[in-house]
């Protein structure tokens, strides 16, 4: 119980953090919005001529649009920027002198952000959906809805715990700018932020499949069309979860070999 | 006249220089950035070849005109990047931190000195396999001549001049609000977007991506130059948004630094 209480009160400080910032704030929905215009007449102007490519039709290209925006606003809360900051400015310091755990610290205050982020984020696709008249493949399924939604949490976790660990390497790199650029380069391409990871050809997405980028987006939205098979969905689950335990280990130990190295020099 | 530039140049090797020691004592975060980006090129180059698997030409465009697009996109990017996107992106941050203090103390313009303190060295070597495709493509494509060379040329300079105008005026905001990240974002965005010829566009986005967020004028002009598709009302309107957002960008400068209270120091 007095677990949850403490980070309870940073889930809310997170949430304030935005709120303290409304431009910035107003601006990353505004960027959201325009983010999902662009690609919407992107793929008008691919569908113009054709009915279905690379798997979906004009429908579920416009339903996937919406989807990734909000799973994106979701799920990717940079937090690792944070972190590697106050490694680098010893600001750190001060959590690892207090009862609580930096992994969760982080994971909470990401929540607050999340909750307020998620909320907006149906108001700024109502606003996309009454400009464009686009229309929405709604998943009929309570299964597969499900389904969605369990890998949407998993794929918080995976997203979470990847990012922290790219973070923690600042206590080896100055502010880790290369680990954070590199892993936020191939998780915005590789993910399917920008389009279905069908466009490209069988061999790739095979590939893709074994690495853990298009399991915080892609692969959780093909569940929700009811693209993947009940092997596929059920091994997108396995993968996930494994993936997830990977990478908590790994956190684990970098954190542990990094406290080891980390000599307070910011503070 | 000459007297200032030959200071200016002094002083900007002096940033670059510092730039470049500081990358040489943390190689390991350099290789990786290196190896970040030259993957991103060669991801969206890849995913330009699939794309075309599956349509035969984009609004027009054919394969070979599209990647022309994305190289110049590209080569623009990078070239903003080296120059003064840095400088502009860690403004914020000198500012509420007080750090933009010592920029005033210093006997040279505060523009010039916030916008080219950080040169990319990075982004030089990326620049290398943009130009590698991007000159291989033009000798497959249609429409290129050695005339629109030096055309292309220009428009390389008048849209890195717009970005410049542009950087400057959302920079300006930085000493009225406290975070402006987002607005960085969007630009970031817009030009993944603008990696596509802007035809593939509504009217209303292309007038949108060409007037208040000029990524068309930046990235679209130059590579319509070297496809030989430049038309005059576009000439017109790149001209006419670098005189705009020049006097808009000066005076934004000037609200901006009066608006600067030196809170942070």
């Keep these: 119980m007095h677990f949850f209480r403490v980070y309870l009160k940073v889930i809310k400080l997170g949430w304030e953090r935005v709120l303290l910032f409304r431009m910035n704030f107003l601006m990353e929905q505004l960027r959201s919005l325009i983010l999902m215009f662009s690609l919407y007449y992107l793929y008008a102007s691919l569908f113009r001529t054709q009915g279905n490519l690379f798997g979906f039709d004009s429908v579920k290209i416009s339903t996937y649009i919406i989807l990734s925006s909000i799973v994106a606003n979701f799920v990717f809360n940079y937090q690792m920027h944070a972190l590697a900051d106050s490694i680098a400015d010893g600001k750190i310091n001060s959590l690892l002198l207090k009862p609580i755990s930096i992994f969760w610290y982080h994971l909470a205050r990401g929540v607050g952000e999340r909750i307020i982020e998620l909320g907006t984020s149906f108001v700024t696709v109502a606003l996309f959906l009454i400009i464009t008249r686009a229309p929405f493949f709604l998943q009929h399924s309570p299964t597969l809805f499900v ?72 692969f959780p939205i093909s569940v929700y069309f009811g693209l993947a098979t009940p092997k596929e969905i059920g091994s997108t689950f396995g993968i996930t979860i494994l993936w997830i335990s990977t990478m908590s280990l790994l956190y684990v130990y970098i954190l542990k070999r990094g406290l080891k190295v980390y000599g307070a020099y910011g503070s | 006249m000459r007297v200032t530039l030959k200071k200016y140049l002094k002083v900007y090797k002096i940033f670059g220089s510092n730039v470049l020691s500081s990358l040489f ?66 403004l914020p941050g000198w500012i509420n931190e007080g750090d933009f203090d010592r920029l005033l103390l210093l006997p040279a313009n505060s523009l010039f000195l916030s916008a080219f303190r950080i040169t990319d060295w990075n982004d030089i070597l990326v620049m290398i ?84 967020v000029p990524i068309f004028i930046i990235v679209s002009l130059p590579a319509k130059a070297v496809l030989g598709l430049l038309t005059w009302p576009w000439v017109c309107t790149g001209f006419g948004s670098l005189a705009m957002l020049f006097v808009v960008a000066i005076k934004a400068w000037k609200w901006g630094l009066h608006g600067y209270s030196s809170v942070g120091s």
């Design chain 1, 147 to 218: 389904c969605f939604v369990l890998l949407l949490m998993l794929a918080t976790a995976l997203f979470a715990v990847m990012e922290s660990t790219v973070g923690l390497l600042a206590f080896w790199l100055l502010r880790a700018h290369g680990p954070r650029f590199l892993f936020q380069t191939f998780l915005e391409v590789l993910s399917g932020k920008f389009f279905p990871l069908t466009i490209f050809p069988a061999f790739f997405v095979q590939i893709l499949k074994f690495l853990p980028f298009g399991y915080v987006l892609y």
């Design chain 2, 25 to 90: 004592a943390s190689s390991l975060d350099f290789l990786l950035l290196l190896i970040g980006k030259l993957v991103i090129f060669y991801i969206l180059m890849f995913w330009v070849n699939s794309m075309f698997r599956h349509v035969s030409d984009l609004n027009g465009y054919s394969r070979d005109q599209v990647i022309v697009f994305f190289a110049v996109s590209f080569l623009m990017d990078k070239l903003i990047q080296v120059f003064f996107y840095r400088g502009f992106q860690l």
């Design chain 2, 129 to 212: 396999p943009i130009l590698f495709v991007l000159v291989s493509k033009l000798f497959t494509v249609g429409g290129f001549s050695l005339l629109s060379m030096p055309i292309f040329l220009m428009f390389v300079f008048l849209g890195l001049s717009v970005a410049f105008c542009f950087f400057t005026i959302v920079s300006s905001l930085a000493f009225r609000f406290i975070k402006i990240e987002a607005i960085m974002r969007i630009y970031r965005d817009f030009m993944y977007l603008a990696k596509f010829p802007p035809e593939v566009f509504s009217l209303g986005w292309t007038v949108l991506l060409t007037s208040v």
